[in-house]
């Protein structure tokens, strides 16, 4: 087939299974806008801005396990993309990009709305290409979803001069080539693993988001009953373990549950399952689990003794792993150290003030009336923590933040993406005022295309985590934290043509969201909590896990 750029471009995300595609057009990029105009096959979201394109690609991604596509123009319609992308890329979230540039004869002229996107973006995507030939386009965008999807996944860049997409070139469709996660790990590992498993007295299972990339829960159920272990998670972590699970302590690291923290720093075996040793889950390099053995499972080789030296590790899929030491590992017996982790359990409860609204509330009646089915989106701050801990995620793909970046911003248009992804699943975003106000534009994307997203906001009038930070330890000083002025979200909600619910008391929570779930339609929630509310447990950054604390220690003076 005789074809021009831009239709190669829509035959090959045709030939990767795409079905969704999330952008913005402009002066560039018209060629393959006008190409997608006869593909009814493949369903365009046009969003209010490039950066929640971005966004919701990636929580298009995170729900479903496929690779999340968005398109920009040239110039400031690839930069907004940037922050999206790099989102995905501190998170390994598998995401196309597909921008278009300026005519080949004009490149590093300062053209008109001309930016060296490839450039820009090198840092934080997998791989980038600039397309200047024809001939090479069909099988730069297969290397690119190859890419993204393979290994640890991540961002690729296509940027595509505009004389590209209207050239003409010969196509030949093909299959898309299939994925293959290399194991560098040998029998040896494997072996090395078991025997120091077998040594162990008191283990401790660290679960992260390479659990859900590999798709491993299984093997993650089946690796923790047989080393009789307790087991926490990392933000990203969340779901690949059934947080009802007797064994399940909470979230490990700065705002990590007493049980997991202090287990943690008392284990004599810490066996981390696809996670990165952030310095939000370790604290204290010098001290964290500084009693114990560390293994480290993970598909990328770069991050083993990158942060954390390691006792052994087992380089590749996860999945894979498991299997193989789940067929060698004899079910050990940890019963005193079981019950003794219960009894931390027991003793450190994660609580809160139930005499008013707040945000643990919220949590737990959205827990209560969706019965755990649902998939929770959220922002970044006070609000994404207080998602992590009272609702009870028992599926993967259920909770997307963004971990590594923090982007204040990303949770609608990632919950947008989720909801177009799973159209049968209930999608609500948590955010905070703050985060809501920096993308609440894409309220709009979500009434156009009559897409049903819960919006709930979580208002405290305040950049709520900011000011926690400000009164632990900058003597209360509110620098440039306090939002209280004259914006009535509900009023924009409307305007932007979706429902809006106001919850001021506690009572009037679980009717709006009833109401919300039952008229199926694009809507906010916005719920007014205090100010000073705050996230506990916490320990300080830099200081050790066993230094976290409470409420109760916190108005005692210990903190």
């Known amino acids: ?20 595609v999330f952008g913005y057009p402009g002066g560039t990029i018209l060629n393959v806008y006008d190409a997608l105009y006869n593909h009814s096959e493949i369903r365009h979201i046009l969003t209010s801005h490039e950066q929640g394109a971005s966004h919701a690609a990636d929580g298009y991604a995170r729900s479903t396990g496929k690779v999340g596509v968005c ?106 080539a299939k994925i293959t996660r290399l194991d560098k790990f040998t029998d040896e590992d494997i072996n090395k693993v078991v025997k120091l498993i077998q040594g162990s007295k008191k283990p401790f299972i660290y679960v992260g988001g390479g659990a859900i990339a590999s798709d491993a829960q299984k093997e993650v159920k089946e690796f923790a009953e047989l080393v009789d272990a307790p087991v926490c998670d990392t933000l990203m972590g969340k779901g690949a373990f059934d947080g009802y699970d007797k064994r399940y302590t909470g979230m490990i690291g700065m705002h990590g549950t007493k049980a997991s923290n202090l287990g943690v720093s008392d284990c004599d075996l810490l066996i981390a399952l696809g996670a990165r040793f952030s310095d939000r889950v370790v604290g204290n390099v010098k001290s964290f689990a500084s009693k114990a053995k560390v293994i480290h499972f993970d598909i990328d080789a770069a991050e083993i003794d990158k942060n954390i030296k390691t006792k052994a590790s087992v380089i590749g899929d996860l999945k894979s792993a498991l299997k193989k030491v789940n067929k060698l590992l004899p079910k050990q017996d940890h019963s005193d150290w ?26 737990e009646e959205i827990d209560r009336i969706t019965k755990g089915d649902a998939i929770i989106t959220t922002d970044v701050g006070q609000h994404q923590i207080w998602a992590s801990q009272y609702y009870h995620y028992t599926k993967p793909r259920t909770f997307l933040s963004s971990g590594g970046l923090g982007t204040m911003g990303y949770g609608l248009g990632a919950c947008i993406g989720a909801k177009v992804g799973n159209p049968k699943k209930l999608c609500i975003n948590i955010a905070g005022d703050g985060c809501f106000r920096m993308n609440m534009n894409e309220l709009a994307t979500a009434s156009r295309f009559d897409i049903p997203i819960i919006q709930v906001i979580i208002n405290n009038h305040v950049l709520g985590m900011v000011r926690q930070w400000q009164t632990l330890f900058y003597e209360g000083r509110y620098s440039q934290t306090i939002l209280n002025d004259k914006v009535d979200f509900c009023k924009v909600a409307e305007g932007l043509g979706c429902d809006a619910y106001k919850v001021i008391k506690k009572e009037e929570f679980a009717p709006a969201l009833k109401n919300a779930i039952k008229n199926n339609r694009p809507c906010i929630i916005e719920c007014v909590i205090n100010e000073d509310d705050k996230v506990f447990p916490m320990v300080p950054g830099g200081s050790p896990l066993s230094d976290v604390f409470d409420e109760k220690d916190y108005e005692k003076g210990k903190a």
């Open 1 to 20: 087939m005789l074809l021009t750029g831009a239709e190669i471009v829509v035959e090959c995300l045709k030939e990767q299974g795409v079905d969704t």
């Open 71 to 176: 398109m920009a123009t040239s110039g400031p319609g690839a930069t907004n993309l940037v922050t999206g992308i790099a989102t995905a890329y501190m998170d390994s979230v598998p995401m196309v990009a597909i921008t278009a540039n300026v005519v080949l004869p004009w490149l590093g002229k300062d053209t008109f709305q001309e930016v060296d996107i490839a450039g820009v973006t090198m840092p934080i995507t997998k791989h980038g290409y600039i397309v200047k030939n024809v001939k090479d386009l069909a099988d730069t965008i297969r290397k690119a979803f190859n890419i993204a999807k393979s290994g640890r996944p991540g961002p690729v860049l296509v940027d595509i001069t505009k004389d590209v997409t209207a050239a003409k070139c010969e196509y030949t469709p093909k299959e898309p």
């Open 338 to 363: 079981m019950k003794h982790i219960e009894e931390l359990k027991e003793k450190y409860p994660l609580g809160y003030d139930h005499s008013k609204l707040t945000c643990p509330y919220i949590m």
